[in-house]
């Protein structure tokens, strides 16, 4: 299995990058976000334990999201790969999910982080939200919130993976045929 995780801002462009990837590296793709919002439109308990801190422009509680993550990974035992998306976004997440891998005999190959401007990518979020319907991509204020979270509990994931010397940054400025040659370039040479 080849696992690799999508990293960024939201809005970075993780989400659109999976669709080319996935396609590329016959990968599953498991966003995050596409995950809760199975669980919240079901109204399962998980989505509504979520709903709360997405409402609110938080993350979402590690445990919580392990929980959904796993339970999605579960789902394709014979995949070549996973495309996590938004997923881990805290050392405590990406310790969970070490140890899962590792549990199922596999383990991530790489992080790739599309970084790009705080500045753009509000733009990116406000505009997506006129017709997402996503309420915290709606609210600028909710969405700087989401920012200095990400910033505070997902920048040390930087150097938990640089340790472990499966961190690549990408710029992810461009057009989408640019970012996406950007990231096939990493993961061809994995």
Do not use: C, W
């Amino acid at each position: 299995m080849t696992n690799i995780v999508l990293f960024g801002k939201p809005g970075a462009g993780k989400g659109t990058q999976a669709e080319f990837l996935k396609e590329k590296y016959k990968l599953t793709h498991i966003s995050t976000g596409d995950v809760f919002r199975f669980n919240l439109k079901n109204d399962t308990e998980l989505g509504k334990q979520a709903r709360v801190f997405m409402d609110a422009g938080d993350l979402v509680p590690d445990e919580l999201t392990t929980k959904m993550l796993i339970d999605e990974v579960n789902k394709h035992p014979d995949t070549n790969g996973i495309l996590f998306d938004g997923y881990p976004r805290t050392i405590s997440q990406a310790e969970a999910l070490d140890a899962f891998l590792t549990s199922i005999g596999s383990k991530v190959a790489a992080t790739i982080a599309l970084e790009a401007d705080d500045e753009i990518l509000v733009k990116r979020l406000l505009e997506r939200g006129k017709t997402s319907g996503r309420i915290d991509d709606q609210d600028e204020e909710k969405i700087r919130n989401r920012y200095q979270e990400y910033n505070e509990k997902t920048a040390p994931l930087m150097s938990y993976y640089e340790e472990q010397g499966k961190f690549y940054a990408v710029n992810g400025i461009g057009t989408i045929s640019e970012i996406t040659e950007r990231v096939s370039n990493v993961i061809d040479n994995l």
